[in-house]
T-cell receptor, first 110, second 118 residues
Framework: QKEVEQNSGPLSVPEGAIASLNCTYS??????FFWYRQYSGKSPELIMS????GDKEDGRFTAQLNKASQYVSLLIRDSQPSDSATYLC??????????FGTGTSLTVIP | GAVVSQHPSRVICKSGTSVKIECRSL??????MFWYRQFPKQSLMLMAT?????????EQGVEKDKFLINHASLTLSTLTVTSAHPEDSSFYIC??????????????FGPGTRLTVL
């Protein structure tokens, strides 16, 4: 079982819709969770971090963490074509090791 | 947010030459930096973890004698690809770990270096 799993997609949503990206992790005691965005040909860029159960909102982005179910999600409201990218989920465990998912490709259709 | 730079951004070299890539944390100190490689349309692959003042830890299958890592200061790590061959052509990305309060360590990525070996 992989440490972090994501649906590779591609996920397509129309402009203005909500894009929902999901990630599950295997280490129950993981503490820190991150979402990165990677445009084609570019390096990953941190967009959200979340450390406690519940929702964390930042502009059009909302990260949701459920430690009991071991999943973390990212919602993008009012999706824009510029949101089209690969979204990477990352988890840091208590051993200070970071694990990345393989990423979900999102396409926002104008 | 924290800024990480990489130099050069792009390099083209002949087969058999060595290439050095620098990774710098510009506004924070990083005791730990990471080196990744990414082939087109594939996911990030961690190559090694670089700790300041000690030897790097390489992932399984990564040749430590081919990919030399030096983390001489809290803001600089270098990756040297020795005797590069065309199959080493890839996108090399570093990241630096920024330490925060109560375990809120975060990785910030550099912009990457695209290596082409002819």
């Amino acid at each position: 079982q992989k440490e972090v799993e994501q649906n590779s997609g591609p996920l397509s949503v129309p402009e203005g819709a909500i894009a929902s990206l999901n990630c599950t992790y295997s280490d129950r005691v993981s503490q820190s969770f991150f979402w990165y965005r990677q445009y084609s040909g570019k390096s990953p860029e941190l967009i959200m971090s979340i450390y406690s159960n519940g929702d964390k909102e930042d502009g059009r982005f909302t990260a949701q963490l459920n430690k009991a179910s071991q999943y973390v999600s990212l919602l993008i409201r009012d999706s824009q074509p510029s949101d089209s990218a690969t979204y990477l989920c990352a988890v840091k465990n208590t051993g200070n090791q970071f694990y990345f998912g393989t990423g979900t490709s999102l396409t926002v259709i104008p | 947010g924290a800024v990480v730079s990489q130099h050069p951004s792009r390099v083209i070299c002949k087969s058999g030459t060595s290439v050095k890539i620098e990774c710098r944390s510009l506004d924070f100190q990083a005791t730990t930096m990471f080196w990744y490689r990414q082939f087109p349309k594939q996911s990030l692959m961690l190559m090694a973890t670089s700790n300041e003042g000690s030897k790097a830890t390489y992932e399984q299958g990564v040749e430590k004698d081919k990919f030399l890592i030096n983390h001489a200061s809290l803001t600089l790590s270098t990756l040297t690809v020795t005797s590069a061959h065309p199959e080493d052509s890839s996108f090399y990305i570093c990241s630096a770990k920024s330490s925060g309060a109560q375990g809120t360590d975060t990785q910030y990525f550099g912009p990457g270096t695209r290596l082409t070996v002819l």
